[in-house]
């Protein structure tokens, strides 16, 4: 097995979603362990601009050829912003999981809850 | 249903080139390697191996066991020269699927039946009950690991591997010098041979193909590859409960033969047309890939039925499925939905199959 990434500068939950919060904005993808798992995304189906999510909401699908899978809601808030480059390429959440890869922006509505999120030391062990 | 799950003799192997084990038929199989995108494109371009270990080997002997088998398999057996091998469906009394094999006429007093691994119980029970007196059945399923060997570069391998020896014909059987059996027919659509050794031989000569310039393939590119060419798979496409008319397989079946297993409810829908027929459907628009079990819907948003197969095809860049359909929506191009996540996206039905390959 390669070595998984998991940026410093993350918080992730244990469905794989990882969230980048700057401000009251949080970035969401999936990490490289679950990208590594998943292979070959083959179709990202985007949450609707202006929807509100709860915590733990299923928000977007990530496709690879076998599965279908759910993409969790890090957070509660109002998605706004998709990222259209990964309906374009979807293989951009395999080779760039972190960065070109990411999938929705959240307005966070309830910051409380970052500190329920997984440090990306918690995950390291999580997964490892 | 036993809960035990079996393994294959190239476990070891698979496990050493990161292969990722998933259950299928009673069996834990390797799904994929590295990526089952990169594993398609190898056999349609290359060549792959696939462990076909899971495979059920049967062997029937007897002077007039040909006949026999006649009774039970839909194509014509006593037709086919020794040395030659076809598809052919074992149906119930109702003209319902047990299993889709393959039979290959070793000589003229026997035949080896290649059968699907989860239905080598019921398949050997049904032939126990049903072949007369006279005929011997071994079921030799554990005694042979098995190797699928496809794509354009196949031949070249086996050319490699075995300089003194050559493939037999399309759709043919030999045996090589050391033993093997060597069955030119596949599951891809593409050139190849299934190759049969001892099991404990089975990851020696695993590796031996992957040297020789073999891509590992795994259950993943298995399916994607079979459904572009509209290859069914038993117990999602065909099922007791299904027709090989219904299922678009009658020129498997020899109805001028007096007398098989199931014959007469294959005469009647012959006669009648079949009510449903198993549909090649192309996604028309851009969507997620179609699986088992999404419905499908007319154009005017009447429910039709399930897809029984889907993919995204990794040759053609569209989402392919396959569902049994009523018979006024299986012409090809009646535009049809297919309802993913409760979106509807357009879709069109087609002649099969999806991919056309140069012979």
């Known amino acids: 097995m390669s070595a998984t990434q998991i940026p410093a500068d993350l918080l992730f939950q244990s469905s794989h979603e990882w969230a980048r919060v700057e401000g009251d904005t949080a970035t969401v993808g999936i990490s490289d362990h679950a990208q590594s798992e998943l292979t070959d995304v083959v179709y990202v189906e985007l949450p609707q601009l202006g929807k509100t999510v709860d915590s733990g909401d299923p928000t977007a699908v990530v496709e690879s050829v076998k599965a279908a899978s759910d993409i969790y809601a890090p957070i509660s808030g109002e998605v706004i912003e998709v990222n259209p480059a990964v309906e374009a390429d979807p293989s951009l959440v395999n080779t760039d999981p972190y960065g070109a890869g990411w999938i929705f922006k959240l307005k966070v509505s309830k910051p409380d809850q970052l500190s329920g999120l997984l440090t990306p030391q918690a995950y390291g062990e999580l997964i490892g | ?359």
């Open chain 2, 1 to 359: 249903m036993s809960e035990t799950v079996l393994h294959s003799p190239l476990e070891a192997a698979h496990l050493a080139l990161g292969a990722k084990l998933i259950p299928f038929g009673g069996w834990a199989m390797p799904v994929q390697y590295s990526s089952i995108l990169t594993e398609h494109a190898a056999v349609r371009e290359k060549a792959g191996v696939f462990d076909i270990s899971h495979m059920g080997q049967v062997f029937v002997t007897g002077a007039d066991h040909v006949a026999s088998l006649d009774t039970l398999l839909t194509n014509n057996l006593s037709q086919l020269p020794p040395g030659q091998g076809q598809y052919t469906i074992m149906l119930n009394e109702s003209g319902g699927v047990i299993d889709d094999l393959i039979a290959y006429r070793i000589s003229e007093t026997e035949t080896l039946l290649v059968i699907n691994a989860s239905m080598i119980a019921e398949d050997v029970a049904w032939m126990d009950k049903h072949l007369a007196p006279g005929c011997n059945l071994r079921n030799e399923s554990d005694a042979w690991a098995g190797l699928a060997i496809q794509g354009p570069d196949a031949a070249a391998i086996f050319a490699k591997l075995f300089p003194a020896e050559s493939l037999p014909p399309r759709n043919g059987i030999s045996k090589t010098a050391s033993g093997e059996i060597v069955c030119r027919t596949g599951y891809t659509g593409e050139d190849g041979y299934e190759f049969f050794c001892p099991a404990a031989e089975g990851s020696a000569w695993f590796t031996k193909f992957i040297e020789a310039g073999a891509t590992p393939c795994g259950l993943g590119a298995r399916d994607t590859l079979r459904l572009e060419m509209c290859f069914p798979l038993n117990g999602n496409d065909l099922s007791p409960a299904r027709s090989p008319i219904e299922a678009g397989l009658g020129f498997f079946c020899d109805l001028t033969k007096p007398h098989f297993i199931g014959r007469e409810t294959l005469v009647s829908q012959k006669a009648n047309g079949p009510e449903v027929k198993l549909t090649a459907i192309e996604l028309t628009e851009k969507g997620p890939p179609p699986r088992p079990h999404y419905p499908v819907l007319s154009a005017d948003g009447e429910t039709l039925g399930e897809l029984s197969s889907g993919v995204l095809s990794p040759t053609l860049g569209i989402g392919i499925a396959m569902a049994y359909l009523p018979a006024a929506f299986t012409k090809p191009a009646t535009p049809l939905l297919i309802d993913i996540r409760g979106r509807q996206f357009k879709a069109v039905s087609v002649k099969k199959p999806f991919l056309k390959i140069p012979k």
